[in-house]
């Protein structure tokens, strides 16, 4: 073992403990961070929790990081992001080349030693609901702050760095807890073991405050409806992507008509965006009484690009599934997998006041880049 790996030792433990169990992590999301007085080690960007290895993470000098805070940054979002941007891979320390993190400025001005970033679907079931606010407050009072959900990068980071500031000096301690609307929860604490029992205490109390937990049993896709849907998509986008369906009993009970599919209709979370997209393709039953369904289908997929501007990455047909798309299986999977998740929030938000989805103008920062980056694929002919 070198010697990073040997400082590392402690977080690297905590990133896998946590990066590997399913009702913590998706996909390896989240991120995790060490320091000491001088350095702090955030995960990098790109790496999955529970693969990390000590070359995962990026040293970074905590002066240089606080000096971010004395600083004034243009109003601009764009030039805002790449200023702040510039400034971070400035405060790595020298022999540092990955990238930190988005929320690397989010860790920089915590205390506390030892810090798990996760969106877990339990906790996200008060995040993203209506009484989101007021339960959090009920159940954990001032060992949280609940952070609205603001623009994600500077602003976040600022927001979230008042509200914790101003809490110390209310309360006298650093909040160990901090949700964030439509995203998830920071745990923060000076060893592991504190890690691991507050976040044992959250998710006992939010399953011992949920009314009703998901039903994923999984059901059966009639294999006639899903090549239909599976040729009506690939027609649609004009070429060979890979589909996959899933079913389930509360995805099916959302999927029976219009009106009860509302709560998995749009974006909880910017995770949920960049995996499953702002929304589904909602395709009704009776596309399959149709004398051409594949064509029918396959005419929604193109309609829903000219409306949304980017492809659909999951297509939810009515009391049959949802079908994760992608340009390879993997990506197929993972756009099913979250879009299950949208479902387990969905029902989790049940118990704290009814899902609230993020605010249009939150999908719309997330999704500029996304309909950018479509349009760039388009005209290199890779669309
Ligand atoms: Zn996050």
């Known amino acids: 073992m070198n010697s990073r790996s040997e400082v590392l030792k402690d977080i690297l433990h905590l990133s896998h403990q946590y990066g590997g169990n399913q009702d913590y992590v998706l996909l390896g999301g989240g991120n995790t961070s060490w320091k000491d ?8 960007s790109g790496h999955a929790l529970d693969e990390i290895t000590a070359d995962g993470f990026v040293a970074m000098d905590r002066s240089a990081l606080d000096a971010i805070w004395e600083k004034t940054y243009p109003e601009g979002r764009k030039e805002r992001e ?6 971070m891979m400035a405060a790595r320390l020298p022999g540092e080349t990955s990238r930190p993190s988005v929320e690397a400025l989010l860790h920089s001005f915590i205390p506390m030693q030892f810090i798990v970033h996760l969106h877990p679907a339990l906790v996200n079931g008060m ?18 702050i609940w952070v609205e959900s603001v623009d994600p990068g500077y602003i976040l980071a600022k927001v979230v760095r008042d509200e914790a500031l101003s809490h110390e000096k209310r309360t006298g301690s650093f909040p160990a807890i901090i949700f964030l609307e439509n995203h998830g929860v920071f745990v923060s604490a000076d060893t592991p073991k ?12 939010l399953t011992a405050s949920v009314q009703r937990s998901p039903d994923l049993s999984p059901l059966v896709i009639d294999p006639r409806r899903e ?9 649609g986008l004009d070429r060979d992507v890979k589909v996959v369906g899933v079913a389930n009993r509360d995805l099916l009970k959302f999927a029976d008509n219009s009106q009860a599919s509302q709560p998995i209709r749009s974006a909880f979370t ?18 399959f009484d149709l004398s051409n369904p594949t064509e029918a289908a396959a005419d929604l997929v193109k309609q829903y690009i000219a409306d949304e501007q980017v492809p ?10 949802a079908f994760g798309i992608g340009s390879t299986v993997r990506l197929a999977e993972s756009a099913s997998l979250v ?8 029902v989790y938000s049940e118990s704290f006041g009814g899902y609230s989805f993020m605010k249009d103008d939150q999908i719309k920062f997330i999704r500029t880049w996304e309909v950018e980056q479509y349009r760039a694929q388009v005209q290199e002919g890779r669309g």
């Open 339 to 346: 879009f299950i998740d949208t479902v387990k929030v969905a």
């Open 227 to 235: 090549e239909i849907i599976r040729r009506g998509i690939r027609n």
């Open 127 to 144: 995040t993203c609901a209506r009484e989101g606010r007021a339960s959090a407050e009920a159940l954990f009072g001032d060992e949280m």
């Open 312 to 321: 659909p990455k999951v297509v939810l047909v009515q009391r049959t599934g």
């Open 194 to 205: 504190e890690i691991d029992m507050i976040y044992n205490r959250l998710m006992d109390t």
């Open 270 to 287: 910017p995770d949920h965006i960049v995996y499953s997209g702002h929304k589904p393709l909602w395709i009704e039953e009776t596309v």
């Open 37 to 44: 007085d001088r350095v702090m080690y955030v995960k990098a």
């Open 82 to 87: 790449r200023e702040v941007l510039e400034d």
